[in-house]
Nanobody
Framework: QVELVESGGGLVQAGGSLRLSCAAS????????MGWYRQAPGKQRELVAV?????LLNYADFAKGRFTVSRDNAKLYLQMNTLEPDDTASYYC???????????WGQGIQVTVSS
């Protein structure tokens, strides 16, 4: 069993920054991929960024150049800069998958970007 707990969300003005954190516990190793997904109201959940155990990264096009994913053993981070209102969504930590989401999800954390 793996537990993922997100933190760091909140309300920010357009152009601002936020840093999300995800703490993983349980049966997860440094080789398990971990990533961030997001879901806006009325939209499907989508990939933001994922990092593989060997450090290979994959970013969604909207995240390239603005978001940075990093990992320190069982903690995952997402630095989000130059935020836009369209970035408003619930952000979810995920573990166990790279090309597709893995089986473990956090509870999600809200990010709201005001214009």
């Amino acid at each position: 069993q793996v537990e993922l707990v997100e933190s760091g969300g909140g309300l920010v003005q357009a152009g601002g920054s936020l840093r999300l954190s995800c703490a993983a516990s349980g049966s997860i190793s440094k080789f398990n991929p971990m990533g961030w997904y997001r879901q806006a109201p009325g939209k499907q959940r989508e990939l933001v960024a994922v990092v593989r155990g060997d450090g290979l990264l994959n970013y969604a096009d909207f995240a390239k150049g603005r978001f940075t994913v990093s990992r320190d053993n069982a903690k995952l981070y997402l630095q989000m800069n130059t935020l836009e209102p369209d970035d408003t969504a619930s952000y979810y930590c995920n573990a166990g998958g790279y090309n597709n989401p893995g089986p473990w999800w956090g509870q999600g954390i809200q990010v709201t970007v005001s214009s």
